[in-house]
């Protein structure tokens, strides 16, 4: 059998009772570790797992997936989720190639940054399509993630926005080259997202959102640390929320009074936000 086991967004004890179970039981243990990462270190797994740990990077899952599969027809194997196990397609095109080798399947869900963002006060049902944002290089600024911004802004829902991550990445000098160099990890901030979408605004011109723009900004969402902050595009290109992971939510216009009482307390400036909210918020559809 093949376990597809979430974690959850933080630490090590984040994971199912349920899910703990299977790890300590499982053949061989795999910890999916490009599309998202925990707070914590495999070693602190390890620990509270009481179980080796195989980190399973980018080139393994999706060009060396036999390797994974190798015997789970026989005995199981646990594969590990940060967030939910169908977070990424990834996770979804690893069950259809156990199912073309008849491995039985199972998954075991956990929380996820699309339910957990419910912590910002935003109601789950107001979320429309969600969208993911990467670095731009100086040749490269993909702007496909505006134009699903657009069609939730005009049913006036929120949009929320994953950010990149870039971990076990080669620069294209040393992928050229064949060198397997890798370098340092990275991590999208909520500054860098709020600045890349002003600049494809710009680009654009359509009006979808602009600087005044609401938006909340969260960091490490499920720790005891996490940060949560609400400010205008232009306010949080100089936001500051820490350490990794962030992701961003733009405000849509179908708000309700309790998604406003609530977020106000995470307010950068509660002046400009009060002012914003009145002018182009309250009581929009």
């Known amino acids: 059998m093949l376990y597809l086991v979430g974690l959850g967004l933080a630490d090590e004890t984040d994971i199912t009772v349920k899910g703990l179970d299977i790890v300590k039981k499982a053949e061989r ?3 999916e570790a490009y599309t998202s990462v925990l707070l914590v270190s495999k070693e602190k797994l390890e620990a509270y797992y009481a179980r080796e740990v195989i980190l399973a990077d980018r080139e393994m899952v999706e060009s060396s997936s036999d390797d994974i599969l190798a015997g789970a027809d026989k005995c199981d194997v646990a ?3 940060v967030g939910d196990p169908f977070g990424a397609t990834t996770h979804s095109d690893l069950v259809l190639r156990a199912r073309t080798l008849h491995i039985p399947t199972r998954s075991i869900p956990n929380a996820s940054i699309l339910n957990a963002i419910g912590a910002t006060g935003l109601q789950l049902y107001n979320f429309g399509q ?3 944002m990467v670095f731009f290089t100086n040749a490269w600024k993909p702007s496909s993630f505006y134009d699903r911004i657009k069609e939730n802004r005009q049913i ?4 929320l926005v994953l950010l990149d991550i870039k971990v076990k990445e080669q620069s294209l000098e040393n992928l050229t080259r064949g060198r397997r160099i890798f370098e340092p990890p990275r991590y999208m901030t909520v500054s860098q997202c709020a600045e890349q979408m002003l600049e494809i ?6 009006v979808v959102y602009g600087p005044d723009s609401l938006a909340i900004g969260v960091a490490r969402l499920g720790s005891q640390d996490q940060k949560i902050l609400c400010g205008t595009l232009k306010q949080l290109c100089t936001s500051e929320l820490g350490p990794p992971l962030h992701s961003l939510v733009l405000l849509g216009r179908r708000t309700h009074d309790l998604e406003k009482e609530f977020i106000e307390e995470f307010a950068i400036n509660k002046e400009l936000f009060n002012m914003v909210w009145d002018r182009d918020y309250a009581g929009k559809q």
């Open 156 to 159: 006036g829902l929120h949009t």
């Open 201 to 206: 605004e710009k680009i654009k011109q359509e």
């Open 79 to 81: 594969f590990l989720v």
């Open 29 to 31: 243990v795999y910890l």
């Open 130 to 132: 969600t969208v993911s």
